[in-house]
């Protein structure tokens, strides 16, 4: 395969190929080169002019050089990418139009089954993008894109008045680095977010509208999910999702004490540091030692000896009576 794809026919590129070695020549030496007719050669000359593959030079018999080929070649191809990427925005258009007018058309179509990655990407972009009121999920690995990969579209998001209500899984919280890269800022700037020692599903919900959720959780089943329409199931969905935000536990951004809470006074239990709320918080949620190691950069007996601190302070023997006194306590 060669220049044919950007456009060029076969002569074309033989007279191009040919001048390129031999620079200030005439359209009889082409045409001598080349095999071919004077004519032929000179109209093709003219034609690689009109591309920007050769320049002529004045005179008595006119005589003409390459173009510097990363430069020429190099601005085709160009040319021809920003074609193929109008191509693709207008199949995606013309796919999602489609989309719509197979649902309208078939209204008992209440899910779309997606069989290919970027299918599924953009679906879950096209769903946070689009919501005008609120976004709703649920985040548990396996993931398909990087998690925090798009942060810095959902703090956008959050600052144009999109609500964002996330319940995070254990494992999704003790991802390496998430909880401090990803989940704290996203609280910041209005996330509200929640944790649950185990979700059901994944899922995504925009403006009551539309959600999607994977085919399947097991190793490799988030590279097929449905896109579900308005209906009884997305009904469900929603039902599910506010289920789940009761029974979860709220996390916050674990950078200060909350508002007007004062200093305890003589005899007053005291009120938990940062670092005691975003302990609770994770032992609350279900996470191992290990995995409060990695999430706060602590080492396992650090983490062990603060927890056992925590629990004499608290005068408990287990994690669930830890957490029921803090609760009690107002720390949860």
């Known amino acids: 395969m060669g220049f044919n794809v950007l456009g060029l026919s076969d002569d074309m590129e033989r007279v191009y190929r040919a001048l390129v070695g031999m620079p200030r020549c005439t359209a009889a030496d082409i045409a001598e080169a080349c095999g071919m007719a004077a004519p032929a050669s000179g109209r093709l000359l003219s034609a690689l002019v009109r591309d920007g ?55 008992d179509m209440a899910a779309e ?22 976004v709703c999920a649920f985040d548990r690995p396996p993931y398909v894109d990087r998690p925090g990969s798009n942060l810095d579209a959902q703090l956008e998001r959050q600052r144009t008045g999109v609500a964002h209500r996330v319940i995070y ?10 909880l401090q890269a990803d989940i704290v800022p996203s609280i910041r700037a209005g996330e509200q977010a929640r944790v649950r020692p185990e979700l059901p599903l994944k899922l995504v919900i925009s403006d009551s509208r539309a959600a999607i959720i994977p085919f399947s959780l097991a190793p490799g089943g988030q590279s097929a999910a449905y896109l579900i329409h308005r209906s009884p199931m997305l009904v469900a969905l929603q039902s599910l999702f506010e289920a789940q935000w009761e029974r979860a536990i709220p996390l916050d951004d674990t950078a200060q004490p909350p508002a007007g809470s004062a200093p305890a006074g003589p005899g007053e239990p005291r009120q938990p540091d940062a670092e005691t709320r975003t302990l609770l918080t994770l032992l609350a949620s279900g ?46």
Do not use: C, K, Y
């Not at 139009?97 to 078939?106: L, V």
């Not at 089954?113 to 609120?134: F, K, M, P, Q, Y």
């Open 113 to 134: 089954l997606l069989t290919d990655r970027e299918d599924i990407s953009e679906a879950v972009h096209r769903l946070t993008t689009g919501a005008r009121r609120e």
């Open 53 to 107: 593959l050769a320049v002529r030079s004045a005179g008595r018999p006119p005589r003409f050089s390459a173009a510097a080929p990363d430069v020429a070649v190099g601005a085709l191809i160009q040319d021809r990418e920003r074609q193929l990427g109008e191509a693709r925005a207008l199949v995606q258009r013309l796919n999602e139009t489609h989309r719509e007018a197979t649902r309208i058309s078939h209204p």
């Open 169 to 178: 899984d254990r494992e999704a919280v003790a991802w390496p680095g998430r």
């Open 287 to 332: 996470l191992t030692d290990a995995a409060i190691a990695r999430t706060q950069g602590w080492s396992t007996r650090t983490t062990q000896r603060r927890i056992h601190r925590l629990m004499t302070e608290l005068g408990t023997a287990t994690r669930f009576q830890t957490g029921l006194a803090a609760a009690r306590r107002g720390w949860l």
